[in-house]
């Protein structure tokens, strides 16, 4: 997944007519840092999250790590009445 990441987010600095410098420059990271994420798919969390605003595409990162939709009425009504809790037990 990470290397698959670093792709798409290749091309689309490619697509830019930008140089890795300056997207680095534009992100705020290391020049090293973008080059072992494009090359490796090695990176931070931040670093992704840095690079796809750089790129314009920080909102593609909302939909993830959703809650899944409600199978019904009741399932939104159980969620309405009895929020998620703070922490987990196991």
């Known amino acids: 997944m990470g290397l698959s990441l670093a792709r798409r987010l290749r091309e689309l600095r490619l697509f830019k007519g930008w140089t890795r410098e300056t997207l680095a420059l534009r992100a705020g990271v290391s020049a090293a840092s973008l080059k072992r994420f ?3 798919g090695k990176a931070s969390f931040d670093l992704v999250l840095r690079v796809a605003h750089a790129l314009g595409r920080l ?5 993830i790590l ?6 019904g009425i009741a399932e939104l009504e159980r969620r309405a009445a009895k929020p998620l809790p703070k922490r987990g037990r196991v």
């Open 38 to 40: 494009e090359t490796r």
């Open 59 to 63: 909102n593609d990162f909302a939909e």
């Open 66 to 71: 959703q809650l899944p939709p409600a199978a």
